[in-house]
């Protein structure tokens, strides 16, 4: 990731303030000035993709990804097409998935017991965090 710097004040204390159509957006703690940054869009995008394949695969709907992504259902679906991503079915378990910021995310990890008889994979998510858990045998 390259250094970014405000487009209004050129200052470097940027941090990262969700995501917007894909986006990432970016928010200047000098001036409060929001921002995305469309010159690596394309890289940007293709993060998402992987990222919107990612919860495909772990048996989240096309609206659930609209939502936690950014991008729309129809995008996601024709994704899934170009890429001939092909899902196993999961029956017998559930992937379930939070949204967690930094200190969320602390504080769900230091509880033993929630890293117990499940496998998780946490994804940076913009400015947050995301857990996604496989409950084998629960329902
Ligand atoms: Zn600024």
Redesign the pocket.
């Known amino acids: 990731m390259e250094l970014l710097a405000?487009p209004?004040?050129q200052?470097n204390k940027i941090v990262k303030s969700g995501i917007i159509n894909a986006r990432q957006r970016y928010l200047?703690k000098?001036?409060n000035?929001y921002f995305t940054v469309n010159k690596i869009g394309k890289k940007i995008d293709n993060y998402y993709v992987t990222k919107a394949l990612q919860l495909y695969l772990e048996g989240l709907s096309y609206r659930e990804i609209e939502r936690i992504i950014g991008v729309s259902h129809v995008t996601v679906s024709n994704w899934v097409k170009e890429f001939r991503v092909k899902k196993p079915s999961h029956g017998d378990y559930h992937p379930t998935y939070r949204i967690y910021n930094h200190a969320e995310l602390v504080e769900y990890l230091k509880n033993k017991e929630q890293l117990s008889g499940a496998g998780m994979i946490i994804t940076e998510l913009g400015d947050k965090f995301m857990l996604i858990k496989w409950e084998r045998f629960k329902n």
Request: include cysteine.
């Open positions: 405000c209004k004040c200052n200047c000098k001036c000035y």
